[in-house]
């Protein structure tokens, strides 16, 4: 047990300062680096914003996040070996095997109901971008810029 919290120690360190840990499983993650499948063991941890896979290497650290809002689905199934996980998220199957610690059915309950939704960030991002469009259209109607200069701050302003 003192691994899982190990890592989730590491894995704070990484998250955003308004993130909290809800739920965390620890396995072996399948990916795949320099075109190769490969197994990474890390954990996954349900934050009340994403998913993030944390995982130690050698020298250094693995680190993928994965937004509610593009995790499409997720299912969980047990093997001789111990739990799995899998989920697709932006048209990507990610999966972990072997689990032996962390709550699955907590973790996968706590996931599957936040499927598909923006967290607060997200939205806040969002809203904030809105609300400077909006600002910027009433300089442009005022005559205070123009059309050019509108433009240019839209697409600075969505990127």
Known sequence: ??????????????????????????????TKS???????????????HRVVFYGKRLSGYDLEV?????????????????????????????????????DVEGFISLVRNRIGKKSESEKNVLTSEADELKKYAELRDQGIITEEEFAKKKKQILG
């Open 34 to 48: 320099l075109g190769q499948k490969t197994v990474r063991n890390g954990v996954f941890i349900a934050t009340n």
């Open 1 to 30: 047990m003192a691994k899982i919290d190990k890592l989730l120690k590491k894995a704070r360190e990484h998250l955003e300062p308004s993130e909290e840990m809800l739920s965390s499983v620890m396995g072996a993650y399948e």
């Open 66 to 102: 994965f937004p509610y809002s593009n995790i499409s689905s997720i299912e969980m199934g047990k093997s001789m070996m111990g739990h799995y996980i899998s989920f697709f998220a932006s048209g990507n199957k990610v999966k972990m095997k072997w689990i032996n610690h962390g």
